[in-house]
């Protein structure tokens, strides 16, 4: 944004003050530096998969990807969600409680996956779904927090987050939480890596072109965690960005790192208004 | 660990004699090639469930057997006619030599 020549001094550094909180309001604004604009509309049939701009990765996803999702039979994640829905009642840990002791019933995690990423005023950070639940274990539980990729907190993130399946992603990004949303925006726009690309370079420029023989998506998150096919088992958000990183030949970071913490706020916050997936099917 | 292979069924509760239903088996399990490295540059020994069996009144109605080029989590289902109520019973044969087995039960309608 560019200063009038002339304001005095003091009122250009009021001005720059204030002109960082127009230029995040007109961002969030304008949804287009954020999500490519859409032409066409979702195809027929899959309206409910589409948002505004927003398109989820099951619109781009094969009809026989598309099958594996929709039968809660075939689609192989509920081998992890029905032994997460076995741990939901397994007391463990030194208080000996198990997530139903304090939280009943499973179906009680209504809506509670569509609003994480989340600030946590009481430890004052972001906490996603996985870093909740391994915060019951260690507070709560007084259990061992479980391993970020481990089948076990795979399969409890994407027993929580079913129980809001359809529900509309609501992410916050007001308050406390701007913060991390401004850095994961800047991450997902910063050139990075030896193929000095950016996410947006490929999810918002080149969003439905073909690279190679992959369409590319928008990269939403609204069906994370996810069996990928390729993985062949259920694998986590911060495990598809270390995937894109690696792909583009820039160093991958740790899962849980405050870097993917805050690009997945953003990420999710994109998708704001799809449906809850998980857990999806993807090739 | 939670690595223990988890079988899962799909299969009526009631059927009318003479339908065709569809059953539907699934099991989690890694199923191994025997032709992947490891980080220490030496073959991870083959493990996978090489044959599949479904019997129902002890009698088997369905198998099949299973080679390495099968992916992980082994998805198989098949159609049967009823003819009669009864349980089924699901194998599923590991390399190893173990044994899983899981069972339904089904009755006839009206």
Same mark, same amino acid.
């Given at each position: 944004m560019m200063m009038t020549k002339t304001k005095k001094p003091i009122a250009l550094a009021v001005g720059m003050l204030l002109g960082l909180s127009v230029a995040t309001a007109q961002a969030t604004d304008d949804m287009s530096l954020h999500i490519s604009p859409q032409s *066409?509309? !979702?195809?027929e049939g899959l309206e $409910? &998969? !589409?948002h505004g701009d927003a398109r989820s990765g099951y619109i781009y996803a094969t009809e026989e990807t598309r099958t594996l999702q929709d039968d809660d039979f075939e689609n192989p994640a509920f081998l992890w969600v029905e032994k997460a829905q076995e741990q939901w009642s397994t007391p463990e840990g030194d208080a000996n409680k %198990? +997530? *139903? %002791? +304090?939280?009943? $019933?499973?179906? %009680? =995690?209504? #809506?509670? #996956?569509?609003? &994480?990423p989340k600030f946590d005023p009481e430890i004052g950070d972001l906490l996603n779904l996985e870093k909740r639940i391994n915060r019951c274990r260690s507070e709560g539980m007084q259990a061992t927090p479980w391993k970020w990729e481990s089948d076990e907190l795979l399969g409890m993130t994407s027993l929580v987050k079913m *129980? %809001?399946?359809? =529900?509309p992603v609501n992410v916050s990004i007001d308050g406390p939480a701007k913060e991390y949303f401004e850095k994961g925006m800047k991450f997902y726009n910063t050139r990075v890596g030896q193929m000095d690309l !950016? +996410?947006?370079? +490929?999810?918002? $420029? *080149?969003?439905?072109? &073909?690279m190679r023989a992959e369409l590319l998506?928008? #990269?939403? !998150?609204? #069906?994370?965690p996810t069996y990928r096919l390729k993985w062949q088992k259920l694998g986590s958000l911060h495990r598809r960005f270390r995937g894109c990183n690696n792909n583009i030949r820039a160093e991958k970071l740790a899962n849980g790192s405050p870097e993917y913490m805050a690009l997945e706020l953003y990420v999710t916050w994109r998708g704001n208004g799809l449906p809850i997936e998980a857990p999806s099917v993807r090739k | 660990m939670s690595k223990a292979p988890k079988p899962r069924v799909k299969s009526p509760k009631t059927a009318a004699k003479g339908d065709v239903v569809t059953i539907k088996t699934t099991i989690s399990h890694q199923?191994?090639?025997?032709l992947r490295k490891g980080k220490d540059g030496k073959l991870i020994p083959r493990q996978i469930i090489n044959k599949f069996e479904a019997l129902f009144n002890g009698k088997q109605i369905m198998s099949a057997t299973l080679y390495p080029s099968i992916s992980a989590n082994p998805y198989i289902d098949f159609d049967m006619k009823v003819e009669e109520a009864g349980e089924f019973e699901f194998k599923w044969f590991d390399d190893n030599g173990e044994v899983y087995t899981k069972k339904a039960k089904m009755q006839l309608e009206g």
């Amino acid at each position: 944004m560019m200063m009038t020549k002339t304001k005095k001094p003091i009122a250009l550094a009021v001005g720059m003050l204030l002109g960082l909180s127009v230029a995040t309001a007109q961002a969030t604004d304008d949804m287009s530096l954020h999500i490519s604009p859409q032409s *066409q509309p !979702a195809p027929e049939g899959l309206e $409910d &998969y !589409a948002h505004g701009d927003a398109r989820s990765g099951y619109i781009y996803a094969t009809e026989e990807t598309r099958t594996l999702q929709d039968d809660d039979f075939e689609n192989p994640a509920f081998l992890w969600v029905e032994k997460a829905q076995e741990q939901w009642s397994t007391p463990e840990g030194d208080a000996n409680k %198990s +997530c *139903q %002791s +304090c939280h009943g $019933d499973v179906e %009680s =995690m209504k #809506g509670v #996956g569509a609003v &994480y990423p989340k600030f946590d005023p009481e430890i004052g950070d972001l906490l996603n779904l996985e870093k909740r639940i391994n915060r019951c274990r260690s507070e709560g539980m007084q259990a061992t927090p479980w391993k970020w990729e481990s089948d076990e907190l795979l399969g409890m993130t994407s027993l929580v987050k079913m *129980q %809001s399946r359809g =529900m509309p992603v609501n992410v916050s990004i007001d308050g406390p939480a701007k913060e991390y949303f401004e850095k994961g925006m800047k991450f997902y726009n910063t050139r990075v890596g030896q193929m000095d690309l !950016a +996410c947006k370079h +490929c999810h918002i $420029d *080149q969003n439905g072109n &073909y690279m190679r023989a992959e369409l590319l998506s928008q #990269g939403q !998150a609204n #069906g994370f965690p996810t069996y990928r096919l390729k993985w062949q088992k259920l694998g986590s958000l911060h495990r598809r960005f270390r995937g894109c990183n690696n792909n583009i030949r820039a160093e991958k970071l740790a899962n849980g790192s405050p870097e993917y913490m805050a690009l997945e706020l953003y990420v999710t916050w994109r998708g704001n208004g799809l449906p809850i997936e998980a857990p999806s099917v993807r090739k | 660990m939670s690595k223990a292979p988890k079988p899962r069924v799909k299969s009526p509760k009631t059927a009318a004699k003479g339908d065709v239903v569809t059953i539907k088996t699934t099991i989690s399990h890694q199923m191994e090639s025997g032709l992947r490295k490891g980080k220490d540059g030496k073959l991870i020994p083959r493990q996978i469930i090489n044959k599949f069996e479904a019997l129902f009144n002890g009698k088997q109605i369905m198998s099949a057997t299973l080679y390495p080029s099968i992916s992980a989590n082994p998805y198989i289902d098949f159609d049967m006619k009823v003819e009669e109520a009864g349980e089924f019973e699901f194998k599923w044969f590991d390399d190893n030599g173990e044994v899983y087995t899981k069972k339904a039960k089904m009755q006839l309608e009206g």
